[in-house]
Each structure stands twice: as C-alpha cells, then as structure tokens.
C-alpha cells in the first residue's frame, strides 16, 4: 500500500512496498524521500516500452487529482524477477486527503491478478478462434450452397444427356454409323440411367425388354449386327460389310446370303455348311474325276499338325546365332523403347532368326530369364523351332508377323502402363511373351472359315470352335513340353498351369469371332460408378471402391486377352510405311486363300456325310488361279473382297476395320492403360492417310 501526494511524490509506504518500487537498490529498497509514484509505473513492461509508462502515470494522476474519479484502476504488465514469465498486478488508486497537512494525496493498492489475466487472455484466444471457426462455416456453408446450386445445374444437364444416352442406345440407328454397342452395355447404360437417381423412358425400358427377350440373342454381340453392316449403315458398300461380318461375327443364327452377283433372285441360296462341303467335293471330282473311288484316310495325329504342317519346312539353324552384329544390336535395343520399330528392316538383318532372337531379347532385357532361372540353352532351341513352324511362304501369317507381335506385346507391358498398373503378375508377365510368341504357330495362310466350310481335320477336331488358335495352342504346347526344348525348370512346375491358362486364354482371345464379346466386358468391368444428382454415390463409396477392386480381379483375363488382342493388329498404330506394306501382304494372302494358292501341293476335302478327309492333289499354281470361277459355278463365292479381279477393296476394308473394330478397341485400352496414348496417335496417321488417299503415294 502507498500513499502518494498530488506531485506524485510517496508520503507513506510499508517497507515491502517500498522495496518493490525498486528492487534494484539493494533489501532496503529506496528511502522515503527519493521515491515517487512515477516508479510504480516504470516497473511494467508495457509493449510501448517507457514512453506507455510515462502515459499511464500521466493518466493516473489526471483521474485523482483532475477529474476525481472515485476509484481510478489501472492493469500493469510485469515481469517475474524470478522466471522471467509475464505477470499481471492491478493498481486501484483512490482519492483522499492527507491527514497531516489536509492537501490531496492518493491511496494505491497493488494486488496480483495473473491468474485471472491468464484466464481472461485464454478466454479471449478461445473466443476468437470460435468466431474465426464461425467465420469460416459461414464462408463453407456459402459454398456449399453455390455448389448445390451448380450440382441442380449439373443434374439437368446429365439427365438431359442420359436421356439423349438412352435415345441414341435404344432408339433407331439409321444414318447414325455403326453402333458397336452389345445387348450387355444396353443394359447396364440402363441400370446406370437408373442409379443416378432418373426415371427412364417407358419406351427406352420396353426396347431394352424386346431386345432381351428376342429368341437367340447373343448378349456380347452388338445388336443388329448383320443388319448394321449389310444394310443401315451408307458408308459401307455390301462387299466390306459382308467381309466385316464374316470376319467378327459369332454364333450364328441364320449366316448371310454371299450369293454371287449371277444369282437369280428367289433361288434358295447354299449357305449351310453341308452345302459349302459338298459343292467343294463336287468341285474337286470335277476336277479329278479319279477321286471318286479315292479311299478315305484315318485322322491321325500327323494330319492334324495343320495346313502349315501339311508342306516341308525349309531348313533353318537350329540354335540362335551367337555373333550379334552392332546394327542388329542397336536394332533389338530399339526394339526394347520404340513404338514404330521398324520391323521389316530388323528382318532382313536377322533372316530366319527374326522372332527367335528378338523373343530371346526381350525375355533377358526384362529379367524374366534370370528371375524365374530358365535354361537358356532349351530356351533357345525351344524358340527356334517354333520359329520353324512359321511358314516363310505365307505373306502375313508367318515370323516376322509374329515377331512384330512379340515385340508390340512388350511396348504395350512395358511402356504402355500395364505392368506400372499391378494388373499382371511375373508369372503373367512371362505367359504373356509366350502367348505373343506362338499364338499364330503353324498357320496355315488359311482363316477358320475356309477350315470350317471345307471340313478340315482341325475344324472337326475342335469342333468348328476356333480350330486355327486351338491348333496354335495345342502344337506349341506339345513343343514346350518336350523334354529338349522345355526350358522352365522344375520348380516352376506348378507355375506352368497358370502359365498355360494364361496362354490359353489370350490365344483364343485374338479369334476375332470373339471380338465384340471380349471388348465389351473389358468396357463394362471398368466402367466408373455412377453418382447421384446429389453428387453422392447412392451407395456407400466405400462399397463401390471394394466392387471396383473385386472387378478387377475377376477381370484380370479380360485385361490380359485384350493386350494380345491389340499386339496383333498393332500394325494399324505402326509408321505408314509398315502398316501399308502389312496391309497388302495381308490382302494377298486373302487372294491366295480365294484361288487356293495358299495350299501348297495338298488339300483336304471331307468327303459329303463322312467325318474322313480324303486328300487329293491340286494342279500347278497357275492351274487353280480361276477356282474362284469354278466356284461360282457350282454355286460358291469367293469370300468378300478376296476376289484378286476386284479392285480398291482394300482402301474400303481398311477404313471399315478401323472404324469398327482398331479404333474402339485401343481406345478402350488407352482409356485405361494412358501411357499407351502413342499407339492412337500411329492409328489416327494411317486412318487419315486411307481416308485422303496418301496411302498410293507410299513405296513399299
């Protein structure tokens, strides 16, 4: 407690006081004399420094002695002599009058107050830190309702586009070009319309019900196939959607009149396969009358080797050559990174040994040698022979093909995104490269329907079910199983059945009999959720992300036959050059198969009601160059656009099979797999030189 005058000056004080207005002067503290009420106030530690001490002082005395307030306070900050750590003392100055002398004086109590200041200052934080929260829920909430707005907004827009979804899915496709979608897709368009929380058309809901219920109906073909190719679609003349149809489509109910042009209408058209058969025996006996009386053959294991198997071979090395020259070793390091890699010079750099050496590479480049300890030597041996069961006179279907397959098949794992994406395995991995590698062994330059309608010994053997990949699958296995050529060791004994899945699922994959069936359940599988008007999945996401998840994994087959699927038309994404050179030495294979060129000295024709195949040999290559008059005559056609006397059947083939079947299909796995982004853009060069015509002016 002190009592100052009017002057500031202490006229009494206890002696704790009067030690604490100055702590520094010793345990006497200062006297009576030299003390002043100025000190008391020069004790904070005011964040003005002394000039805010100076200030209060001056304020103090004018509340007391000027305007004689009844109780002046005042709150000063200090610090502790002892920890340094801020405190808080209250001052309360009352007014008064000297009892000596009666002059004005002042009473001044001090009293520590940190603990309060300390709970006041902690409130004050609180409080502002709320009004800061309330401040920015309103700024969220504001947001939120700008969102909501934008989402309304959002809602209509996607209900008027799932709407016009429907129409253009159900509704008449006329003008509208081809519609690849199957019955599947239809239908889940449907439930997704639904799950976003809109309410279908009737009619929409009524045309789904029609086409589900239409006797027959294959659920991963696309709806209308024949009808869409045949007949809506005015882009495409009849003889490219006859060869479209004849190459995609899969059961079938009833197969297309290819009557040929002579044909008079309302003749009942041969188009069953007893038909097919028989007028090819008739064919042949018209030809060779001394096959009439000709015995029948047993289907032996021999005869069931394949077209390709039914010729000698040329002789070929039987291991890889060990001198690598550096042109070809710079040739297979290109091969490891480039997405044009020029196939046909590497080929003639490395004849004979094309595919052998390249597989060789790529198999030790990627570690999966090593990683899984393959024999090296077998290896080598393995791939040579089946190198050896290409036949170098087919113009498409032979090594270099198959090495331009092997090596698409890397660039899609490896530089496409789909080992970056877990969705294979090593062991897949390693199946996959063998797929790529033998999925065209021992064929033929014969497609499965000629097998089919001729009665082949593999069309009868696989049971007219994809008899060319079967054959692949089944000769190259029996290679691999071999004792000199099987080159995994015998731990991966129980990895081989994986392995021999996997194969057999992406070689039965590229039939494209299968094509639209594959496509669309890679489509469905991941396809994303669809969300609510609200924004909001209608089901937990929670539970949406693990069926996403367990779809993946169910799918795993679907992601793995589609990377096979794309390696083997990967010609289309190649530099122009390449894709056109491929595309005619794919047309003339086609013509060859049409005048049996591609037969060799051999053929096979079942004889009408027996499951035996008799053989009978063919004239010189020149002698059967008019079978498809002679077909014509005995009520056959030569298949769409294999006629060698019809010009500019490529340029149309090529822009139809880009349109419905190249396009939707790397698009589809570049949706997914992004880093395959290069193959659109190889595609879309070669589409626009087919439509512009540029194509003619490239040298081959």
Same mark, same amino acid.
Do not use: G, Y
């Given at each position: 407690m002190y009592m100052f005058d009017c002057h500031g000056v202490l #006229?009494?004080?206890n002696k704790a006081a009067l030690a604490g207005l100055q702590p520094d002067a010793g345990p006497e503290g200062v006297g009576a004399h030299a003390a002043h009420m100025e000190m008391l106030f020069a004790r904070g530690a005011y964040p003005g420094g002394k000039e805010q001490a100076v200030q209060a002082y001056e304020e103090a005395l004018n509340a007391v002695f000027d305007l004689r307030v009844e109780c002046h306070q005042h709150i000063q900050p200090y610090a502790s002599r002892k920890d340094g750590t801020m405190k808080w003392a209250l001052l309360e100055m009352w007014p008064l009058v000297d009892p000596v002398d009666s002059s004005p004086a002042v009473l001044v109590h001090k009293y520590n107050i940190t603990q309060k200041k300390r709970a006041e200052l902690l409130f004050t934080e609180q409080k502002e830190a709320l009004e800061q929260r309330n401040q920015a829920l309103e700024r969220d909430w504001q947001q939120m309702l700008d969102e909501k707005f934008r989402l309304q907004m959002e809602s209509k827009a996607l209900a008027q586009h799932l709407n016009a979804l429907l129409i253009d899915k159900f509704g008449p496709q006329d003008g509208k070009g081809f519609d690849s979608d199957t019955p599947i897709d239809k239908a889940l368009a449907f439930l997704q319309f639904i799950i976003a929380g809109f309410c279908p058309p009737v009619q929409a809901a009524l045309d789904l019900y029609r086409m589900l219920s239409e006797p027959g109906i294959d659920l991963r073909q696309p709806v209308r196939l024949e009808n869409q190719l045949l007949t809506d679609n005015a882009e495409m003349d009849s003889e490219v959607g006859q060869s479209m149809l004849q190459l995609l489509q899969g059961r079938q109910r009833s197969q297309p009149s290819m009557a040929h042009p002579g044909a008079q209408q309302g003749e009942a058209p041969q188009n069953n396969n007893a038909a097919v058969r028989k007028a090819h025996i008739s064919l042949a006996l018209s030809r060779h009358p001394d096959l009439a009386d000709a015995p029948t053959l047993d289907v032996s294991r021999d005869s069931l080797e394949g077209v390709a198997a039914a010729a000698p071979r040329p002789s070929q090395p039987v291991v890889i050559p060990i001198t690598i020259?550096?042109?070809?070793?710079?040739? #297979?390091?290109?091969?490891? &990174?480039?997405w044009q890699f020029d196939i046909f010079a590497y080929a003639e750099a490395t004849p004979g040994n094309s595919l052998s050496m390249l597989t060789f590479h790529l198999l030790k480049s990627t570690g999966l040698v090593q990683e899984f300890d393959l024999n090296e030597s077998k290896l080598t041996a393995c791939l040579r022979k089946i190198e050896s069961g290409y036949d170098p006179a087919n113009p498409y279907h032979n090594s270099i093909h198959v090495a331009s397959v092997v090596q698409m098949t890397h660039m899609l794992l490896v530089h496409g995104g789909v080992l970056k994406s877990k969705v294979l395995?090593?062991?897949?991995? #390693?199946a996959t490269y063998w797929s790529a590698t033998v999925h065209d062994y021992e064929h033929g330059g014969l497609n499965n329907d000629f097998l089919i309608k001729t009665a082949h010994p593999l069309a009868i053997t696989y049971n007219d079910s994809s008899p060319l990949e079967n054959h692949h699958l089944a000769a190259s296995s029996r290679v691999l199983y071999t004792p000199e050529y099987c080159f995994p060791p015998k731990e991966m004994a129980g990895q081989l059945i994986g392995v021999r899945s996997t194969c057999i699922s992406q070689v039965l994959g590229?039939?494209? %009999? %299968?094509?639209?069936e594959i496509l669309s359940r890679f489509q469905a599988a991941f396809k994303q959720v669809p969300k609510s008007p609200g924004g909001h999945s209608s089901t937990d996401s929670t539970n949406w992300d693990s069926t996403k998840t367990i779809l993946r994994w169910l799918t795993c087959a679907d992601d793995i036959r589609m990377i096979l699927k794309c390696a083997d038309i990967g010609h289309l994404t190649a530099a122009p050059r390449t894709h056109k050179r491929w595309a005619v030495q794919l047309e003339e294979e086609f013509f060859r198969q049409a005048s049996l060129n591609a037969m060799h000295s051999w053929m096979h024709i079942a004889t009408f009601g027996s499951c035996k195949p008799v053989l009978y040999p063919c004239?010189?290559?020149?002698?059967? &160059?008019?079978?498809g008059d002679k077909e014509r005559s005995v009520g056959l056609t030569v298949s769409p656009l294999m006629d060698r006397n019809q010009q500019g059947g490529m340029t149309r083939s090529q822009l139809g099979f880009f349109n419905i079947v190249g396009a939707p299909l790397f698009m589809?796995?570049?949706e997914l797999f992004e880093d395959a982004q290069p193959m659109m853009q190889g595609l879309q060069a070669n589409y626009h030189h087919w439509e512009s015509g540029k194509i003619a002016e490239l040298t081959i």
């Open positions: #006229l009494n004080a020259t550096p042109a070809v070793e710079r040739m #297979l390091q290109d091969a490891e &990174s480039n395995n090593r062991t897949q991995q #390693l590229t039939d494209m %009999k %299968k094509h639209f004239d010189a290559m020149a002698d059967v &160059s008019d079978w589809a796995v570049i």
